[in-house]
């Protein structure tokens, strides 16, 4: 079951503002800023082409971010990046407001350990479902407070 990203106000500004600042400049203002380029790629479309892949891997992440659950296994997406936590190495879960880079587009966070010592945080926006799902598939997962 496939679970979407919980997404605070703050996160959508600065994606979106990123994302904004980084192909509208360049199309409409084409000598706004300095670049400090050889001459042979001092060119508009190459700043154009560079700027907008950068604001496309940006974006991604609004689009691409969530988690599922599927086949015993914890997968996440955030953006371009994947990762894959067998539900049965989860340890325990506990919520989390941490304000560190995570696959998360909120504050509002489940820290779940896995493994022997390693630690994710995600924001699914159901979050007490994406827990029931988990303790289906594995009942002796601890839910901390």
Known sequence: MYYP???????TLVLWAAFFLM?????????LGVWMVPDFLDKQWIRVVILFTLACFIISFWFKTGYTIEEGNLKIQYGPFKKNIPIH???N????KNPFADPA?????????YAKYD???????NKSEFIEQLLQQNPNIKIKQ
């Open 119 to 125: 630690t994710i945080a995600i924001s699914p926006k």
């Open 89 to 91: 190495e989860i340890k």
């Open 23 to 31: 192909t509208i400049p360049p199309v409409f203002f084409p000598k």
């Open 105 to 113: 587009l909120s504050m509002d966070k489940l820290e779940i350990n």
């Open 93 to 96: 879960i506990r919520e989390t």
């Open 5 to 11: 990203s919980k997404r605070d106000v703050w996160m």
